[in-house]
């Protein structure tokens, strides 16, 4: 059974940078598939913010682009997202993904979701 | 950049009675790369429907999607008391890579 699970610090002051860390279980990152990161403003739709392959290879949205950097650690089967110079608008619950033969079949496992919230 | 719409915002409807939801993309969707997405309050995402029409592992067949180009469609045949949730479409292949439609929320009546 495919988990992830999402961690990081609940509360990020506006300008500094927000660091979270999705852990895999049941499933080993190496055997392919690129992973996502996704974000659900309170009350509000999702948005995409990229996905990284278990070699590093990675594609970004481009509005956030300038601001977004995912990573992968294999040996610790997880993947992580910095988002640097944060404001209120980046309050929002942050989930981790699986993206289904490398995204046509769509978003097929999804961690339960860390809310983050920015405030000074 | 590819912009999803979809409508009604709210349906306000019955267990037992017929839904249909619409997703209209502001460009041709690449090949018919179209999921849907179940969501319930305090929980993530859950995949429902991918490529158009495929279901995903798990959900019954009252729940069918179809369309191509830009207009696509969610139907679930009978409402039962656990599809009551908000229901979102997303694209995949366009800029940005992956783009959500706002929702649709369907509300028992």
């Known amino acids: 059974q495919v988990q992830l699970q999402e961690s990081g610090p609940g509360l990020v002051k506006p300008s500094e940078t927000l660091s979270l860390t999705c852990v895999v279980s049941?499933?080993?990152?190496?055997?392919?598939?690129?992973w996502a990161w996704i974000r659900q403003p309170p009350g509000g739709g999702l948005e995409w913010f990229g996905s990284i392959y278990h070699s590093g290879g990675t594609y970004h949205n481009p509005s956030l682009m300038s601001r977004v950097s995912i990573s992968v650690d294999t040996s610790k089967n997880q993947f992580s997202l910095k988002l640097s110079s944060v404001t209120a608008a980046d309050t929002a619950v942050y989930y981790c993904?699986?993206?289904?033969?490398?995204?046509?079949?769509?978003?097929?496992?999804w961690g339960q979701g860390v809310l983050v919230t920015v405030s000074s | 950049e590819i912009v999803l719409t979809q409508s009604p915002g709210t349906l306000s409807l019955s267990p037992g009675e017929r839904a249909t939801l619409s997703c209209r993309a502001g460009?041709?969707?690449?090949?018919?790369?179209l999921a849907w997405y179940q969501q319930k309050p305090g929980q993530p995402p859950r995949l429902v429907i991918y490529?158009?029409?495929s279901r995903a592992t798990g959900i019954p067949d009252r729940f069918s999607g179809s369309g191509s180009g830009t207009d696509f469609t969610l139907t679930i045949s009978r409402l039962e008391p656990e599809d009551f949730a908000v229901y979102f479409c997303?694209?995949?292949?366009?800029?940005?890579?992956?783009?959500f439609g706002p929702g649709t929320k369907v509300e028992i009546k």
């Open positions: 997303q694209q995949y292949g366009s800029s940005p890579l992956f783009a």
């Open positions: 049941g499933f080993s990152i190496n055997q392919g598939y690129y």
């Open positions: 490529g158009t029409s």
């Open positions: 993904a699986r993206q289904a033969s490398g995204g046509i079949a769509g978003l097929d496992y």
């Open positions: 460009q041709r969707v690449s090949s018919d790369y």
